[in-house]
């Protein structure tokens, strides 16, 4: 395991931000901790960075005891959500500045540099400011100059949260062919669970300062721990007093299973090639359900028809905690 | 923009530039041209008089030294109020702006009763230590150090809370000790904050009166500034000396506008 965390406590004056917190982060994979904001995330990843000191617990990175290191001495890279670009350095030389501490020769920094930018695609932005820069190529530079220092882990502070969606996106593919060709252990923080599951191989879920769930993105998706993690990670409804997904319920307009709830539409929305289709049930459950718009126009779901709904076949289901919405 | 009629918008300027010309430019104007009623005589008899010099060279002196104990002590304290969590911040913040409300003579009173050598606080201490603080240089230093106190702390305290801390978490991450982060990341930040208070420093210190004619003991030729000077030779009806002893502290306070107006826009 590259990163151990064990029993780590951290309070802010009354707020628990973290709540005896035990994780393990394997070798050379590209993890996500996703939750929602104020949940703990960005805490965890703060004090695996040695940026904020754990109240209690241990922190061991890579076989090392890490716990009371000072940042400077944990060998990690750490990219912050607004860049924290060295604003009156050049981005040579704001990506040079980890090694030039480390007293590296000149030649062997300069080759470094040139290396670094190339993989990030800046070389021909060498020598301006940070502030002549895009957001997404400042994110780059930083991800650079994080790197630079061969970390053995690298952390990401929600590293896309201050892009744009376009940019984002991008950034968010190019982070994971970048992690398939360096293979440095990668942890990153995020509350986008869409960025979560396409980015990371493996995703820790963590809100109100606890570890919900520990699991790739498929298992977190099909085998979700609790309600909470299945409504963290997609849109859910309920439907006769369990969770499930909106487009994993199986609507009709005449009584064809056993068991369907008969209900009447009470809404319905159309965004591109989806509609979204609300059906008040006759026990007084609001059900929402997305639908292909040819499959809407075929079965001529439109507002007061009478429908029967039930969960589809080999739909996953989650016990509601809640209940149903009246 | 809320429209103001033309001769309402007439009215202004002129009122406005009427009190500064009566409160500013012409007395100043004044005192310049008084030093050069006689040509350069004026100033040529000042600078042949060893007294003058030795004020000038004196304020010169204190000035410099206030302002680096200033700067330096300045930007510590900066750092401390703004990145630090301690008891009794709030208070220090508050003492940090008394200098700027005390009235300067209350200030050299204070330091007259804590360090004199016959019955102050410390004085007696330090003088049989061969140290005199007042009626000497050090006297004069700690009371201009004390009435510029807040000019550096004011200048960097809101640049370092708008920069952040986020360079220097950046830095630290980097394998940067404290050392290092201060050197290259915080002090780069915060430069021009720095030398706009350095700026404003001098050009208090120089023009100090009221604390330091306390503390000096006035002796002329030995612990006499320069605006002390002007006074004395004022009283002492050798008005030329006085004028161009006057004019050449014009001089500098224009030279520290002229320069802080030069840094301005490089200092958002």
Redesign the interface.
């Known amino acids: 395991m590259s990163i151990d965390v064990s029993g780590v406590t951290k309070t802010f004056g009354d707020f628990v931000a973290l709540d005896d917190v035990s994780v393990s982060l394997p070798t050379g994979q590209l993890t996500a901790l996703l939750g929602p904001s104020g949940g703990g995330k960005s805490t965890l990843l703060r004090v695996i960075?040695?940026?904020e000191t754990a109240d209690t617990g241990r922190v061991t990175i890579e076989g090392v005891d890490a716990t009371r290191l000072?940042?400077?001495k944990?060998?990690?890279?750490?990219v912050?959500q607004?860049?924290?670009?060295?604003?009156?350095m050049t981005v040579a030389k704001n990506v040079a500045?980890?090694l030039e501490?480390?007293k590296r020769p000149k030649a062997e920094i300069a080759a470094r540099v040139d290396e670094l930018l190339r993989l990030v695609h800046l070389s021909q932005f060498s020598h301006r400011l940070p502030s002549q820069l895009s957001g997404g190529q400042r994110q780059r530079m930083?991800l650079a100059?994080?790197l630079?220092?061969e970390p053995k882990v690298l952390l990401l502070d929600e590293p896309f949260g201050a892009l744009d969606a376009k940019v984002r996106k991008e950034l968010r593919d190019w982070l994971r062919r970048l992690h398939d060709e360096v293979h440095v252990t990668t942890v990153f923080v995020t509350h986008d669970q869409e960025e979560a599951m396409e980015v990371a191989d493996e995703i820790v879920v963590i809100n109100d300062g606890r570890v919900e769930q520990v699991g790739t993105p498929d298992q977190l998706y099909d085998e979700p721990a609790n309600d909470f993690v299945m409504s963290f990670l997609g849109e859910v409804t309920t439907l006769g007093g369990v969770l499930l997904r909106p487009h994993d319920v199986h609507i009709s307009t005449t009584p064809q299973l056993a068991g369907a709830a008969e209900g009447t539409v009470s809404r319905v929305l159309r965004v591109g090639f989806e509609v979204r289709v609300n059906v008040l049930t006759d026990d007084g459950e609001d059900v929402l359900l997305v639908l292909t718009r040819t499959h809407a126009r075929q079965l001529g779901i439109e507002p007061g028809v009478r429908v029967w709904v039930t969960p589809a076949s080999g739909a996953l289901t989650v016990p509601s905690m809640k209940a149903a919405v009246g | 923009m809320v429209e103001v009629s033309t001769p309402v918008r007439w009215a202004l300027r002129l009122a406005a530039v009427a009190y500064v010309f009566f409160l500013v430019a012409w007395p100043v104007a004044l005192v310049v041209r008084q030093t050069f009623s006689n040509g350069l005589d004026n100033l040529i008899e000042a600078f042949q008089d060893p007294h003058v010099v030795n004020a000038l060279e004196l304020t010169l002196m204190v000035a410099f030294w206030a302002v680096v104990i200033n700067t330096l002590f300045g930007v510590t304290i900066s750092i401390l109020l703004v990145r630090y969590e301690f008891p009794g911040k709030r208070l220090l913040s508050a003492l940090i702006d008394v200098p700027l409300s005390v009235s300067p003579v209350v200030v050299g009173l204070a330091l007259l009763l804590v360090y004199n050598g016959r019955d102050g606080w410390f004085g007696p201490t330090l003088e049989a230590n061969g140290l005199q603080v007042i009626f000497d240089t050090p006297g004069m230093i700690m009371a201009t150090c004390f009435v510029a106190l807040p000019l550096v702390i004011r200048e960097v305290v809101p640049t370092l809370t708008e920069v952040g801390d986020?360079?220097e978490?950046?830095?630290?991450?980097?394998?940067?000790?404290a050392r290092?982060t201060f050197w290259?990341?915080t002090l780069?930040?915060i430069k021009w904050a720095v030398i706009y208070g350095v700026v404003l420093s001098l050009a208090r210190s120089l023009g100090e009166f009221g604390a330091v004619k306390i503390v000096s003991g006035n002796v002329t030729g030995r612990t006499q500034t320069a605006t002390l000077m002007v006074e004395a030779k004022y009283q002492n009806f050798q008005q030329g000396t006085a004028y161009a002893t006057s004019f050449l502290l014009i001089l500098v306070s224009i030279a520290c506008l002229v320069v802080v107006a030069v840094l301005r826009p490089k200092h958002p």
């Not at chain 1, 607004?82 to 009156?88: I, P």
């Not at chain 2, 978490?169 to 000790?177: K, V």
């Open positions: 960075a040695g940026l000072p940042p400077q944990r060998n990690v890279g750490f912050f607004h860049y924290a670009v060295f604003k009156h500045f980890g501490i480390r930083a100059r994080a630079a220092v | 986020d360079q978490q950046a830095a630290r991450s980097l394998g940067a000790n290092q290259r990341i780069p930040s």
